[in-house]
């Protein structure tokens, strides 16, 4: 991620964002350290762990720099929210300079892990590797408009096997009040506290490992806001015009019902069956922004469903949405699927814009990784995993801040920061010695 500025000018805008999130540190010790993590998470390197980053901004003095590192991630007592809380409110107002925050965009990353010990360590499916394997998961929630996005909320997922072993639980220092959540559950608390912190959006964006569940979509509409998420092919639907069946009138006998109902002849279909039978004029193409080499553009169907999954529980059937599918022209059948509860009048380009914006968490996921060292944490505990993250998201937030600092045509440097030279004689633990 390439930087348009002066190394000086690069350099004073650092100290002053760093200066400012200090505020939400607690204590002035911990300004140093907090500088000099930020700044090894910028520099360059195939690491981002704690000594390899103290051998970077440190090399005069590794080994202290190492421990005092080490404490302030590992075991400092300072507040994540409210360090993010600061990133938040230095970072969004510069976001917001090209126009209002649209959405607020959920997803889950995956960090494959050996061992057993790290917290939250687990056989569980790994988006970066595809499959289930050992990894951490966490959930996060970004704010994101056209043109930038900045993660506000970063939870790491605890499986069972961790939240039911008191052992486990203390070795890692999982707070007491932490129980097991699911990942939707977690991303709902997320949305909430959003709210609470005065974050406004027009919608939210998550995949269909969250849009899938129906308590889920629930609470997001109970939170007052509108979504546009994933499903799976197999969710089922009442299609265009059709609608459950009313209670049936009480004969006088029993216990009277008021839950709508189905019945052999009258059933929903899934969104799979819905797509296949929709007339071929239901499909236009409709381009949504540039791509790398072209713009990007795919075939869209939109028509207005009622979602129907254990609906025969209510005493009405659910409202309108939107279904939103696409069908690339050189695919053997419909590739994605969507619900929202967008507004009714919405056009399908305005629908098919807000859906695709989901592309910019994928954005924040990969810069966090590969420039950042998201998953590049060695400790084992709750409070390192998660100062850690923090510490990616606030030096993400400054390479979003400077990119608006730099003037199109200012002259383009690898570095935001100056990066100070290694000692020859310098060697990482572990490593063989050379002679």
């Known amino acids: 991620m390439g930087l348009e500025s002066s190394a000086g000018g690069s350099e004073s805008r650092f100290a002053a964002y760093v200066e400012t999130i200090t505020s939400a540190l607690g204590h002035a010790d911990r300004a140093a350290p907090f500088r000099s993590y930020c700044a090894g998470l910028l520099l360059p390197g195939e690491r981002k762990s704690v000594e390899p980053m103290a051998a970077r901004v ?30 938040r409110a230095e970072v969004l107002p510069i976001i917001e300079q090209r126009g209002p925050i649209r959405a607020l965009i959920i997803d889950d990353t995956g960090m494959p892990k050996k061992g057993k010990h790290s917290v939250g360590v687990a056989r569980q499916y790994c988006g970066q590797l595809g499959k289930q394997d050992n990894c951490q998961v966490a ?49 709902l608390g997320q949305l909430r506290a959003a709210r609470a912190a005065g974050i406004d959006a027009d919608f939210v964006l998550a995949d269909a490992g969250y849009g899938s569940d129906t308590d889920f979509r629930d609470g997001i509409t109970e939170i007052g806001l509108a979504d546009a998420v994933g499903i799976q092919s197999s969710t089922s639907l009442w299609p265009p015009g059709v609608e459950p069946l009313p209670p049936k009138l009480w004969s006088g006998r029993g216990r009277p019902t008021s839950a709508i109902r189905r019945d052999g002849a009258h059933q929903p279909i899934s969104a799979r069956q819905l797509a296949l039978d929709l007339p071929q004029k239901a499909w236009r193409r409709v381009t949504w922004r540039e791509g790398t080499n ?51 009048n919405i056009s399908r380009r305005a629908l098919v814009n807000a859906t695709k914006l989901r592309w910019r968490i994928e954005r924040d996921s990969q810069d966090l990784k590969q420039e950042l060292g998201l998953g590049h944490y060695e400790g084992r505990g709750w409070r390192g995993f998660h100062h850690h993250a923090t510490l990616c998201i606030a030096a993400y937030g400054f390479l979003i801040s400077e990119r608006e600092a730099i003037p199109p045509s200012g002259q383009r440097n690898a570095l935001p920061i100056k990066e100070p030279r290694l000692p020859d004689d310098y060697r990482p633990r572990g490593a063989p010695d050379p002679a």
Do not use: M
Request: some cysteine; overall charge neutral; aromatic content about 8%.
């Open 139 to 187: 959930v996060s929630l970004s704010a994101a408009n056209d043109h930038a996005s900045l993660p506000i909320a970063y939870r790491l997922s605890l499986p069972h096997e961790w939240v039911d072993d008191p052992d486990r639980r203390a070795v890692a220092g999982v707070p007491d009040d932490v129980g097991f959540q699911t990942k939707p559950q977690i991303a």
């Open 58 to 87: 440190q090399p005069g003095r590794v080994r202290a720099a190492h421990q005092a590192l080490h404490h302030f991630v590992a075991k400092s007592d300072w507040s994540d929210a409210a360090v993010l809380a600061a990133v």
């Open 294 to 344: 072209t713009r990007l553009a795919s075939r869209f169907a939109a028509v207005r469903v009622r979602p129907a999954h254990r609906d025969y529980h209510r005493a009405t059937p659910r409202p309108e949405e939107w279904c939103l599918i696409e069908w690339p022209a050189d695919e053997p059948e419909p590739t994605k699927y969507f619900l929202s509860t967008l507004p009714a």
